[in-house]
T-cell receptor, first 113, second 111 residues
Framework: SAVISQKPSRDICQRGTSLTIQCQVDSQVTMMFWYRQQPGQSLTLIATANQGSEATYESGFVIDKFPISRPNLTFSTLTVSNMSPEDSSIYLC??????????FGPGTRLTVL | EDQVTQSPEALRLQEGESSSLNCSYTVSGLRGLFWYRQDPGKGPEFLFT???AGEEKEKERLKATLTKKESFLHITAPKPEDSATYLCAGLTSGGYNKLIFGAGTRLAVHP
């Protein structure tokens, strides 16, 4: 398994601002993932972040809106830029361990006013 | 298009009343079928991985099974603490490991 922490756990932001979410894992991992879970819905993959390379974004998500950093093998950040109320969601990071299994952090609950 | 569909959306059980949750999938080159449990305000917690049709995995009151088109999560004699949303996800066989999640089944077990 994996011990994953995220900061902040929740935030309330004004439209037009940006928020950076941090994800820290207890030991080194190659693959880290960022997901969005909109109210009452399931998880949608935003991007995959490998250390030392550019993040790979899924259809409908772009780097200008969701820039990602992966400076080392235990840490990643996701920035939600120029926020609008439609960005209100739970943002989750996950890491891959144990034969393709992904383990998730506790999530960051974002509300945009 | 890869898709995972779960049913029912919500399920209410009395304590001790066994039932099954369904997960049907159309995922090209499925590499694995995953079940997670998610409690309110928390991230998903890994339960099981199934890799081939006919495979079964058990953990306490939960048993997951897999066919070529669907997976079932059987809950035997559930307790109130089993109340949660149960998510299934298919792992694709593309260049990287992508999970396609279903919308989940919200389970409520009442004493």
């Amino acid at each position: 398994s994996a011990v994953i922490s995220q900061k902040p756990s929740r935030d309330i932001c004004q439209r037009g601002t940006s928020l950076t979410i941090q994800c820290q894992v207890d030991s080194q991992v190659t693959m880290m993932f960022w997901y969005r879970q909109q109210p009452g819905q399931s998880l949608t993959l935003i991007a995959t972040a490998n250390q030392g390379s550019e993040a790979t974004y899924e259809s409908g998500f772009v780097i200008d809106k969701f820039p990602i950093s992966r400076p080392n093998l235990t840490f990643s950040t996701l920035t939600v830029s120029n926020m609008s109320p439609e960005d209100s969601s739970i943002y989750l990071c996950s890491v891959e361990r144990d034969s393709d299994t992904q383990y998730f952090g506790p999530g960051t609950r974002l509300t945009v006013l | 298009e890869d898709q995972v569909t779960q049913s029912p959306e919500a399920l209410r059980l009395q304590e001790g009343e066994s039932s099954s949750l369904n997960c049907s999938y159309t995922v090209s080159g499925l590499r694995g079928l995953f079940w997670y449990r998610q409690d309110p305000g928390k991230g998903p917690e890994f339960l099981f991985t199934l890799y081939s049709a006919g495979e079964e995995k058990e953990k306490e009151r939960l048993k997951a099974t897999l066919t070529k088109k669907e997976s079932f999560l059987h809950i035997t004699a559930p307790k109130p603490e089993d109340s949660a949303t149960y998510l299934c996800a298919g792992l694709t066989s593309g260049g990287y490991n992508k999970l396609i999640f279903g919308a989940g089944t919200r389970l409520a077990v009442h004493p």
